[in-house]
């Protein structure tokens, strides 16, 4: 132990709570140390040989001589593959069953002794070694995921006996197995641990190795500050509180995914290795004409330390590959209209009349608001599922105040427990058997705000429904909405890894486990059972959920944000950085603590983030108890009235937000895309890091650099208009563009079509004049309220008639007149 760290957390959590935390270090240490088995010999195994194949709808199963391949493609074109005897199921990313089989795909024998699956979508090739290629229709290879290799407990004998402990030094694939030994071993060597104590079995580590084309980038990977494209180097798989606040250079952060989104001159593809255990993802970008003039391929080198291995692969152009992994993992859930608007939050309101002064200073000023979140210290201490009296006495009043208003409460919500006899949450959780326990059958305890807690285990289905009627003391307050946080789950310590023991024991619905690979859906269970608890409770009502921590699959329950950013220039860029990477993932709805969770920012650092938050999903102001004020007319009246601007336009664009909100549900687009969206064949769009597509429509360059009035953007393909100025520019190409401190670059696509506010509040539709000999269009999806109301697409088409703009809703019996008032622009 550090002492430095010892001093931190006293000083950080007060003197009694910082011993606390020591302690709970300590017995997290000792429960480890006599909860988990040693590790002892291991024995290394590869596949081998082909040897038999089976086939099966859509695929097969291949032998090898010390392993199996289950492989399928589906009727969709995705691709599965399992080794081991590994299937589809269980798992905690998809939203159900494995989708169908393709029944015209089938396995038949391929050149050298290996198989092949050919389907209309993509063709697999399996070597007679165990590499699995990834091919587009016309034959080009998109991944090539090389022979995998595993390190086995030995229970008993020497190392190294039997047929599992092959030579690994044999020449596989003419010496590109892919294949690399445990740190610090050769090749082919038996690798020994910890002598002594009982070695458990069917915990193998394993490593896989794969090749992408040399001008490939890397994207994803769930939350990762130092995105949205992701550089040569290591990754860790485990979701980690960075211990109060986090810069680019942080890693892990709250919110890892073992899935890779790979864009490439061949194609783009999604690689998802199902496995949530702790793990470590190493990347290297490629080279062409490397070495002898030869390719030198992209690699990436997938470690785990335990589970299953096996791997979900989606091809096609990037929004058929999110469709894709939306039909695999599920459809984003539909945040209510609210959500879609501005919200505030603090650390630190501390009453209901500080609450009632910052709604009304919205109102003074002009300043459009839907929510006010609060934290923490709106507990009766820190006890989650509680109300502190004296300084909000009558909370549902207040709710019911504000809703008059137009502005809702939302409330964060905590997964630690105060473990404290007459607790009302504590004692209806123990009388359920709720807490995650040791293998000694101890509830496991850590320290939290409220002190020493609990755990609920929400990988039991029991506890998960427990848990979500809970959330009925939440409506009656008066609430609309929940916010998740502190759910990787943390435990604070001083030192060592601030979560539970890894040898806590889990339900793990039904198949039982330890926290080795609970802890990465700790979050995702959590955000289901608030889920379906708000839906048991208020059927008529969508939920608003949101949650710090999560895995794949995640954007079933809700959205997230950013975590604890810090307040600086590099944290407003990681701001970006993590909507993109996020949205590449599938998890559309997210943000970042506006103006930085702590800290005060400068007047400029806080209105150039806050003009990035009014063009994202969640656009919320956020910050630490102890940082500064993040009200704009804090600042001074120019940026007040800056950021009146921003908050207005964001206000008049709600439908076009309304519309991607319900896209995103219904194909898994996010609203905040790459740039390089519409045209990933184009590589210096690839690279482009510090600007986004809104949509189809809209490209936002917002401004990242203290004292900057002036930016570069690269524009895709295309004529592109400043929405400020009426200039048009045309791409692919990089133009200069004004940003004064009163806004920054958004420019609109020539022909989009775009729903907005006109005048009066009512829906009217944005027409950015067409290119001669070009059409345009856009989608708009009308706003049926927060409930469950179906919704229907309507489609509108632009075109240049003797250089008038025309502009066209188009149905099923053909074009009609669209039936909104209609605004040309560009012309």
Known sequence: MDGRELVRSIKVFGSVQGWRTVRAAWRQRRTDAWGLPPRGPERARVPGLATAAEAAPGGGTIRFARSSLRICVSSGGTVFWGWDEAGPLPSYALAGEAPDPDPRASLEPDTDGGWRIVSERVTVAVS???AVEIRTPGGVMLRRDLPPRWWEPVASGAPGEGPGAMAVTEAVEGGRDGTVPAAGAPAGSVVAGAPGGTVETGRARWVQRSEVPADARFFGLGGRSAGPRLRDGSYRLWNTDPKGRFGPGDDPLYLTMPVQFVVSDAGTHLAFHDNSWDGRVTLAEGEEGAGSGHDRPGTSEVRMDGGPLRCWVVVGTPARVLHGWSALTGAPALPPAWALGPQHARWGFGSAREV????????????????????IDHYDGHRVFTVDRERFPDLPGLAAELREQGVRLVSIVDPAVKAEPGNEVYDSGRAVGAFVRDPRGAEVRGVVWPGECAYPDFTDPAVREWWGGLYEERLRQGFAGIWHDMNEPVSFTPFGDMTLPRSARHALDGRGGDHREAHNVYGLTMARAGYEGLRRLRPDERPFLFSRSGWAGMQRYGGTWSGDVSTGWPGLRASLALVLGLGLCGVPYSGPDVGGFDGSPSPELFLRWYQLGAWLPLFRTHAAIGAGRREPWEFGPEVLEHAREALLERERLRPYFTTLARLARMTGAPYVRPLWWGTPEDRVLRDCEDAFLLGDALLVAPVLTRGADRRAVRLPRGRWYDTATGRAYEGPGQVLLDAPLSRVPVL?????????????????????????????GGLVVRDTGDGWEPAEIERYQSRLVDGRVVVERVTDDGAEAPGLPVRVRGV
């Open 748 to 776: 609109a696509r020539a022909g989009a079509v775009l729903p907005v506010r006109g005048e009066g509040g009512g829906l009217a539709l944005e027409v950015w004049a067409p290119a001669a000999g070009r059409t345009g």
């Open 356 to 375: 009632r002064r910052i709604v009304a200073g919205y109102r003074e000023h002009g300043l459009p608001l839907s929510a006010v979140h609060l934290d």
């Open 128 to 130: 007679r070694h165990g």
